[in-house]
């Protein structure tokens, strides 16, 4: 029987039932040197088996200041130990705020420069980007052509009044008036000179308020500076590169004309100080899609076209709970956090699922290459659970930080 390397501990917080559940896992079984106590301060707990001594701070306080955990009677002579404790009277911030910050319009000001994370080449100059402005969610197109046609303070008679009379003769309704005003179902929000639109996860600003990026359909190789360079291509987008160092700063998309940055691939000087990475963006579009669809289920694919199909990795995601708190003596400390059920399935199977009518599961989209850290960070986050919280089915599960 192989036993861990080292004991550790793993608490998460239960805020729905107010309970923290800790986990101690030991490097063998437990005997009558294993100690389990809650110190002083109600806040952090001590392990003590066969001479060594390990610490915790629990995600949130709890009453039992002082207290010996009791070793249940079929523990004994175990090496995974459990329990349940009370939850303090006050629940943590991270907790009672569903809010992910990601950076939105408001965190930038007027003339803020953006660099490369990885070399701090200028991307975008300082005073290139007059006012920043928030993209709306991805439905908003559909959203908006029902409130045009649903208005509260406008009624529908059987006939319909003016604003929504159909055309007979063409069979058309009003759905060319609602993209000429600038919401119907096909319309897109192009870049501008001078405006930063962000969303969730990435940023996009107009070529010509760009520097130092690379275009290409594939390699740094084989990029150009500048777009009209390049030879004619049938696909959709381009990979911006940076200029330095050659790593991957997003896309070009040739529909909306956007030099489009992924978030956690650039660095800028924000009102709130964060500056988010992949699993952050992520957590907070899971969230999101969540809240439009209703659906906990998710297909994470990616967006790279010169890759082939046969080597793409799909995470297939289902969401457990979308808020906790956990802390483990391995490194983490009152983090907040996405606890999901996770596969990796082949495009294939992800492309047949989303054929599927009964399909409930919502396609998000990322880079092959921030896919392959997200698993890293899947697999890493598994690791920090208690061995028998790993696996459920033929699923693995893990903590996405939020």
């Not at 060594?52 to 995974?80: C, F, M, N, W, Y």
């Not at 990885?118 to 409130?147: G, H, I, R, Y």
Request: aromatic fraction near 6%.
């Amino acid at each position: 029987m192989s036993f861990p390397s080292r004991c550790s501990l793993y608490a998460e917080l239960l805020a729905n039932i107010r309970q923290i559940s800790l986990a101690a896992s030991l490097t063998s079984p437990s005997d009558a040197s294993t100690r389990v106590a809650v110190a002083a301060d109600g806040s952090t707990i001590e392990l003590t088996h066969h001479g060594e001594v390990h610490k915790l701070t629990l995600p949130a306080k709890t009453p039992l200041s002082g207290t010996l955990l009791p070793i249940d009677q079929r523990q004994r002579g175990t090496t995974a130990l459990s329990w349940r404790l009370p939850l303090g009277a006050t629940v943590p911030a991270q907790v009672s705020s569903t809010d992910i910050p990601t950076w939105s319009a408001t965190d930038f000001e007027a003339g803020t420069q953006i660099t490369c994370r990885q070399c701090n080449a200028v991307v975008v100059e300082e005073e290139a980007t007059k006012v920043w402005k928030d993209l709306p969610s991805e439905n908003w197109a559909e959203m908006m052509e029902f409130w045009h046609c649903h208005k509260p303070d406008h009624g529908h008679d059987d006939g319909h009044d003016n604003d929504h009379s159909h055309d007979e003769h063409s069979g058309k309704s009003d759905e060319n008036s609602l993209a000429a005003r600038g919401y119907g179902a096909s319309s897109i929000i192009s870049a501008q000179p001078g405006v930063g639109f962000i969303d969730l996860t990435t940023i996009l600003f107009a070529e010509s308020d760009c520097r130092n990026i690379t275009y290409s359909s594939s390699t740094f190789e084989q990029g150009k500076p500048n777009i009209g360079d390049l030879p004619a291509t049938n696909t959709r987008s381009l990979n911006v590169l940076c200029s330095s160092c050659h790593s991957q700063l997003g896309f070009y998309v040739f529909r909306t004309a956007a030099v489009t940055l992924l978030k956690w691939q650039v660095s800028c000087k924000s009102i709130s100080g964060s500056a988010p990475g992949i699993t952050e963006c992520l957590a907070a579009t899971i969230i999101s899609t969540i809240s439009r669809s209703a659906s906990s289920k998710s297909l994470i694919m990616p967006i790279n076209e010169t890759e082939s199909e046969g080597k793409q990795i799909v995470i297939y995601a289902w969401v457990f709970n979308a808020n906790i708190v956990y802390s483990s003596s391995n490194g983490a400390n009152g983090t907040p956090a996405i606890k999901l059920l996770y596969q990796r399935i082949s495009r294939e199977e992800a492309d047949k699922m989303l054929e599927e009518v009964t399909c409930e599961a919502q396609e998000i989209n990322l880079p092959a290459m921030g896919i392959e850290r997200v698993v890293e960070h899947l697999e890493e986050s598994n690791g920090l659970l208690p061995e028998k919280e790993r696996v459920f089915k033929e699923w693995r599960v893990g903590l996405l930080t939020r």
